[in-house]
């Protein structure tokens, strides 16, 4: 049994009220020069989440990073694009401030692309490209701020709404204008800086290996930092020490070559949603629990150091459950983020003809899924995909790359089509006591009155394995985004407190000892 | 063992390869006036399909009736609309011809209203609405015909696309013109003809019972025969003496109540794709086999007659598997006509989030499908829905009309919202051994020279049960178009010859002792 301190029992207290930490002379500085320049903020933000981001829009990809590397030059940031001779390698924009004296370098990573849009999707005023304001996230009633004009005041509760404007343009923000606040303090940064913004982040970095052959002493820092991913459902600031890898597989069954009435072909024609919906059942059991051989084999155990910070995690399930009206969650007893450290199946998205006021009596031709694998420390991308495929062949499946030819029609009952939508990202993780990772969390805990939140994984996926292996630096996460964000999904949003909180913590950490 | 005598091998042979008959001298003549009236006919037929007629789609269907109306008045044939008092009930177009002396009525049905379409699914140069001609369905490599103009020549195996174009606005032609040929040729019909053209089909005909209790007297008729679904897959002429009921399920799985970073929530929040996925699995069996209690129990056997037509059946499976590209059916060794005999379970749709380019890493807040339950003989719309609905109770869920609320999102880890998208239709079968039965197989028998196929029942669905149970008559179908049409699904199109031979059949029936 565990016997607490009384003042621990009042720091346990206190955590579950994040307050603001009385402020350290650099927030104190970077905060006034904010106040000072809020209405540039917001402008700049607004034009910047307005340019559309998705990974494969090369135009626009193209602007925004034009547009970073505008927001750079005006902070007196030498800046540039790191491009490949492959049109399909959206280019990096780079930056560096050197620190006369200083020894150490650190790079600070985010990503400007966004995850594709379905603007059918999003509510009613909501739209991907057009940034508004609104006064809470849909789901809790969050309502558009109409006739809101640049110049007017901005509450820091309101929604900036878009796509990117969380994951992850709020990224590039929060790190500019973090040294833009420094600088124009006159509290100089501790390390020399670089800035690495990414275009391909939401398609697993594919160039990110040729990006650093190519540019590798450009490249170089002793740690770099991860802005990306949200804060704890509380609220509390995070440091990350890793992130979980992932891969993606587009599936197609293949049904009748022509879509059929349900009536005059029904009980004889195979349905192939029917087929598809019986191949991902098998997948899961009714625990939640991947049930493909060998799913969870290669998984390393966490070490005693992961174990420790994980259960020093703030609970935050109940909390969870009522806002996200759940009676339970998928594994029952399971942490949030204990399943971080755990491989995932996930269902992204699955299509067979329509549903409701679309839907027709039909056996339609084909039915899609996309699955989603998260992987952790010891999985591996090709060997868990290799995994699935094994599952899905030993159900008596033929698969293929490609749609069948008439030949393999006739002669395989069962045909899927599976297709990588990338190669995917393998895992990474940091240890935990490093002397840099202990300066980290210090930095963060420098500017908040409780402990900060320690994870030894992110849920989410950055390429950093190779960043670590082709260039052998320290990686650490701190995110700095709401976590009820929307990421990823219809009507995104950022709380603006957020984005303010971000400014402070990136100034400690470029000013960190 | 069945021993063959060289005559009845000799009809096997013939009967695949369906030759047109010797033309009997009503063919002669209905031919003959369909030829002097192609581009009319054509023209028409064009217009028609040109206007949209989604069920629900008030205005439009009311464009739809007005227009039926002027093809009767155009043919001298005393027509109306018959309404109800409520704006969703859409109107049916009668008509009439009385005929001195005749001492049988026989009431001609074929609905004007189509399935809802989702022009995104159709092919390119292929519209829903913009009727054109085509060398062959799309999935046979058929090309548009551009720069046809009217009056230019149509090959009777080329294609008219649309929606309607086969289901049934194709019925309402072959009915309409039929009686048109006829009366120019001077050889009136036998009977007196009444002319019943429903808005409301595809939807299982809501207003059909009010209909006929609001005009009971103009509705009466010795014999309904029913012009709609498909010729046998072969091209034969087929007579139906049934049809399947169908009703149709909307389901909706709630998952979180805000859509969620995959890697964020991931191996924690429940993703209802999977849960409707891990659902619907339950239904039905690797084998084809639907193993909700019961599903089977109410179905009554069929009568040796049935039994015996039932193995006339040209077999067809062969061909079919070839055409659509299936290496196997449903069931294994289960004819397709056997397969109308027995109740369905089909997934029509099913849809959670978006997959391919669009797909996101999420988990998202809904999921959604429709299914279709076909009917025969013994069953029952609402005992089948409720075997259903025990079945997913079963299991576990709460099941809902609406969405839930937020305490019962916090009692009940499985919540499902299931809706009837209408009450349904409950099947229909007349003997197959009564007078005016035969009368009707020799009717059609006198257009062909191959045995015309006899089905015990169609595939598909007609609100029959209502008609016999509300007015008495017997009720026979006798289909016309091409069963390659697409029919409910994207790519509609209807085989011009089968209108041509359309023609002969009807009036053969409207001219039959």
């Known amino acids: 049994m565990i016997r607490l301190r009384p003042g621990f029992i009042l720091l346990l207290l206190l955590s579950f009220c994040p307050a603001q930490a009385a402020p350290s002379p650099l927030q104190e500085k970077v905060r006034a020069w904010r106040v000072a320049h809020e209405r540039e903020l917001i402008d700049e933000y607004r034009e910047f989440v307005a340019i559309p981001n998705i990974t494969i ?22 800046a540039r694009l790191l491009t490949l001779p492959s049109p399909n390698a959206n280019p990096v924009v780079y930056g560096e401030v ?23 999707q999003w509510a009613p005023g909501w739209e991907p490209f057009t940034p508004k304001f609104a006064t809470a996230p849909v789901e809790q009633g969050g309502k558009i701020i109409e006739g809101w004009k ?45 800035f690495f913004f990414d275009g391909e982040e939401e398609l697993n970095s594919p160039s990110l290996a040729d990006m650093i052959t190519a540019h590798r002493e450009l490249l170089r820092a002793d740690l770099w930092l991860i802005l990306d991913g949200p804060c704890h459902p509380s609220g509390k600031k995070v440091v990350g020490f890793g ?79 009522r806002e996200l009206g759940l009676a339970n969650p998928e594994v029952p007893g399971r942490t949030l983020f204990e399943g971080f450290t755990l491989p995932t199946l996930n269902l992204n998205g699955i299509q067979g003809a329509n549903v409701g006021l679309l839907a027709a009596n039909v056996i339609p031709t084909v039915a899609r899924a996309t699955l ?33 030819t008439d030949a393999e029609r006739a002669q395989y009952s069962r045909i899927i089509r599976i297709e990588l939508k990338s190669l995917g990202t393998n895992p990474q993780r940091t240890p935990m006591d490093l002397p840099i990772a202990r ?16 994870l030894p994984t992110l849920g989410g996926t950055l390429p950093l394995i190779t960043i670590e292996q082709m260039l052998g630096p320290k990686i650490i996460s701190v995110p700095v985004v709401n976590s009820d964000s929307n990421q990823h999904a219809e009507n995104e949003n950022l709380k603006v407190q957020f984005l303010w909180d971000g400014l402070e913590t990136y100034a400690a950490l470029m000013t960190m000892r």
Request: net charge neutral; aromatic share 6%.
């Open 98 to 120: 050197n620190v006369p004296g200083a020894t150490r370098t650190i790079m600070f990573y985010a990503h400007y692309d966004g995850q594709p849009v379905n603007p059918a």
């Open 439 to 454: 300066a980290v969390v210090a930095a963060v805990q420098s500017t908040v009155d409780y402990p900060v939140v320690q």
């Open 372 to 404: 989603d694998l998260r992987l952790v420390s010891g999985n591996d991308a090709k060997r868990q995909v290799a995994k699935v495929v094994a599952h899905i062949e030993a159900r008596g499946w033929h698969v293929l790359d490609r749609d069948p």
């Open 243 to 321: 992130v979980r890898g992932d891969v993606n597989l587009n599936l197609t069954v293949f049904g009748p070559k022509r879509p059929l009435h349900s009536g005059n072909y029904g009980n004889w024609a195979p349905n192939p949603s029917q087929a598809l919906v019986n191949l991902l059942a098998s997948m899961k059991d009714e625990s939640g629990r991947v049930v493909v051989a060998g799913f969870y084999d290669d998984v390393i155990p966490l070490t005693p150091a992961e174990r420790q910070a994980l259960a020093a995690v703030p609970s935050i399930e109940d909390e969870l459950k």
């Open 150 to 194: 640049s110049g007017d005041r901005v509450d820091p509760q309101w929604r900036l709404t878009g796509r990117g404007s969380a994951d992850d343009k709020a990224g590039v923000m929060t790190i500019i204008n973090a040294y833009a606040a420094l600088a124009a303090a006159g509290a100089g940064p501790t390390a020399n800086l670089k």
């Open 57 to 78: 829009d090369r135009a626009n990809i193209r602007r925004n990073a034009d547009f970073i590397v505008g927001m750079l030059q005006r902070r007196g940031v030498e």
